[in-house]
């Protein structure tokens, strides 16, 4: 199957600073990609996504990367609060619809 | 949680016992999608429905059956329990095709001992 990873497991940031999560992904024909939040019991939640023709998206306070090149991609999240303490993983569309989805970095914002 | 619930949201049970798992869904989604989710593993898929009467088998889906009987509840059966199927379980949904964004219910945790 597919290997989406990501390069720490753990990030830890003082609330306010900005945050980047990265994620590396295998398959060069992967078309759409996307962010979700997993807060503790609960289900991941959508955050942000990008199609592969493009290299940036923004949305509230967050921030996607995509590159091709290296097949790697980010998520910046700005002004980082403690409500965004969570595990966030990325996944990628392959062919025929398959998700393949990364097992995530934990995110701890500290006070 | 885009309209999703699964019930139960929590359950022990034994080895050898059946256990079925419900998902509901309010979107009126063609798709949908269980999931499990075990430690140092992302989500992987266990089958997903096209349709009513509808299914296909996912990557993980040995010891496991579905039934979607109406477009809005997708039941996921044990017909035997083993702890290796102690995880959490998502149910996930999506619009008019397979490749579009998928969203995700509350997941239910399983315990088989």
């Known amino acids: 199957g597919e290997s989406v990873g990501l390069h720490l497991p753990t990030l830890s940031v003082q609330e306010g600073d900005n945050s980047i999560i990265n994620c590396a992904y295998s398959?060069?024909?992967?078309?759409?990609f996307i962010w979700y939040k997993q807060e503790s019991g609960k289900g991941p939640q959508f955050i942000i996504d990008?199609?592969?023709?493009?290299d940036k998206r923004q949305g509230q306070r967050v921030t996607v990367l995509l590159n091709k090149t290296v097949k790697h991609l980010s998520l910046q999240i700005a002004a980082t609060q403690p409500g965004d303490s969570a595990v966030y993983f990325c996944a990628e569309r392959a062919g025929a619809g398959q998700f393949y989805f990364g097992t995530g970095t934990s995110l701890t914002v500290i006070p | 949680d885009a309209g999703i619930t699964q019930s139960p949201r929590h359950k022990v049970t034994e080895t050898g016992t059946p256990v079925t798992l419900r998902c509901h869904q309010t979107?009126?989604?063609?798709?949908m999608y269980w999931y499990r989710q075990d430690p140092g593993h992302g989500l992987r898929l266990i089958h997903y429905s096209y349709g009513v009467k509808d299914t296909d088998k996912g990557e993980v889906s040995d010891g496991y059956s579905v039934s979607r009987s109406k477009t809005e509840d997708f039941l996921l059966t044990l017909e035997s329990a083993t702890s290796s199927q102690t995880s959490v379980y998502f149910c996930a949904i999506s619009g008019v095709q397979r490749t579009d964004t998928q969203y995700f219910g509350p997941g239910t945790r399983l315990t088989v001992l």
């Open positions: 990008i199609r592969s023709n493009m």
């Open positions: 979107e009126n989604h063609r798709y």
């Open positions: 398959n060069s024909a992967s078309d759409y």
